[in-house]
């Protein structure tokens, strides 16, 4: 069903995360299901990360880190390109099924969150520690304000439902603006600070908390020039001490030692369950590796191939930093034509710990310290105090490994130095075309960019990489233009 409804659906749910990453029997969500004990909220609250863990695995990537300058795709004639590849060279249209099927996972994650939030306060529920209802509370605030962060930053203004609703009411709301709905992310957020901090007794590793919830409230604030807000929200993350950097960068991407000592908050996957795991390498190295580099040579990967680090990417890193030979790794081989070359592909994402097949357990980090400190820098220059900023993009670039003293910088070339940084930093953890927008570079970077991969790549389609500003929205999705009237963002 089609409706806008299909946003809001109301659906079975399943948990996640390392200590809350087991599977419970699955519980239906519908009007008349009301809960009536603390387990059952518990249960509730892990549903509200499953539709997140689900479009991180299979379409975020390619609305975050595919569309920009990061990463590519390896031509393969026998699987085409209808959906991610034409994303990639900017041939983006409204019937594009990846657009909707993360407008409905995205939906479906907020219709969870809502659910949880109008019925937590039923008067008869018994907690065994009111911790875990500020938790639960805390966790579903963080979230629907994380779901609208991400729809927002790809859609532009989309309909804002912040309670449970009807199928007839569905139909009935249209989009709000940009700053509805930022406001309604602020406010989930503050509301989601105060909530955990009545929860530090119930903290479990890997679900969201206080300082995650700070962390995300200072990026917002960044994202739309609240520079005085954003500064005050990470000088607090900062001030915690809750986190720091590890010494060694190589240890983020450990999944048999998942971090949680920078890792402020990731995605949690587990190559235990097939619904749990994620197939990150199966998808991200060259189709034509075969078994060698997931080694596991009983599963085909004809259909990978995706998120291949581009020349612009590879060209980033500076001489002596280490974080190039963890991000990146190499394979030579036959390429798509039977030619023989060295091919790169992202090393963060590794094969399978101990499953037999193509069940991975890597964590998807979405806010990490070095974010912070990256974060912090970019707002102490924004408002004028570039010296201030320059000590901590030295802390990110000390680990890795480029330790000479940053000097000489006015606030544009260290604007420009901190971007560089976030491209190598956080390159395949889908932040870069989120960079490039905020920063109002995305239109020249990736116009220059896609007359470099035009001249490399014969196959790219014609009107590949034609690049204007109406894209850096992306289309609202066929569907929610026929059936629900939404009006579509110019140029579609």
């Not at 518990?42 to 300058?69: F, Q, T």
């Amino acid at each position: 069903m089609k409706k806008l409804l299909y946003i809001f659906c109301l659906v079975a749910i399943s948990s996640c995360s390392e200590d809350f990453l087991e599977l419970f029997p699955e519980t239906t969500l519908n009007e008349g299901n009301f809960y009536q004990s603390q387990e059952e909220y518990i249960l509730l609250a892990n549903g509200c990360y499953v539709p997140m863990r689900n479009y991180e695995k299979d379409l975020h990537w390619v609305l975050a880190e595919l569309v920009s300058d990061n990463t590519s795709f390896q031509y393969n004639i026998r699987t085409g390109e209808a959906v991610r590849g034409v994303i990639d060279q900017f041939i983006i249209t409204s019937d594009n099924r990846g657009y909707s099927s993360f407008w409905e996972q995205s939906y479906n994650g907020i219709t969870r969150c809502n659910k949880l939030l109008f019925e937590i306060d039923r008067p008869e529920v018994v907690w065994s520690n009111e911790a875990f209802k500020e938790r639960s509370s805390g966790e579903a605030l963080f979230l629907r304000a994380l779901y609208y962060f991400n729809l927002v930053r790809q859609f532009g203004g989309v309909p804002l439902v912040t309670t449970p609703i009807t199928s007839q009411e569905a139909v009935e709301i249209k989009r709000s603006s940009e700053e509805q709905i930022y406001q309604s992310i602020i406010n989930d957020l503050n509301q989601a600070i105060n909530h955990f901090s009545n929860a530090t007794d119930v903290h479990e590793d890997g679900r969201a908390n206080k300082i995650a919830a700070l962390a995300l409230l200072g990026k917002v604030n960044l994202t739309i020039g609240n520079f005085d807000e954003a500064e005050n929200n990470l000088k607090e993350v900062i001030d915690s001490n809750e986190y720091s950097l590890l010494p060694n960068y190589e240890d983020l991407f450990d999944p048999s030692n998942p971090d949680f000592t920078e890792t402020i908050f990731a995605i949690q996957y587990s190559e235990n369950n097939r619904e749990l795991s994620n197939r990150f390498i199966f998808m991200f190295v060259p189709w034509s590796s075969e078994g060698e580099i997931t080694e596991r040579p009983n599963i085909n990967i004809i259909s990978a191939g995706w998120n291949i680090p581009t020349n612009d990417l590879i060209d980033a890193f500076e001489e002596g930093d280490k974080r190039k030979a963890v991000s990146i790794n190499t394979w030579i081989g036959e390429d798509w034509d039977g030619e023989i070359r060295e091919l790169s592909y992202t090393g963060k994402f590794k094969p399978p710990v101990s499953a037999p097949d193509d069940r991975c357990g890597d964590n998807l980090p979405i806010l990490r310290y070095s974010d912070v400190l990256l974060m912090y820098a970019e707002v102490l220059n924004e408002l004028g105090r570039t010296g201030e900023a320059i000590p901590y993009v030295e802390m990110v670039r000390n680990r890795a490994g480029l330790t000479a003293p940053l000097s000489g910088f006015d606030q544009t070339s260290l604007g420009e130095l901190i971007l560089k940084e976030r491209q190598v930093e956080f390159c395949f953890e889908n932040q870069r075309w989120y960079d490039l927008k905020r920063t109002g570079k995305a239109v020249e970077v990736m116009s220059e960019h896609g007359i470099r991969e035009k001249e490399m790549k014969p196959f790219l389609f014609d009107a590949s990489f034609n690049i204007t500003s109406n894209k850096l929205l992306a289309p609202i999705p066929a569907e929610q233009i026929l059936i629900n009237r939404l009006e579509q963002n110019p140029g579609y």
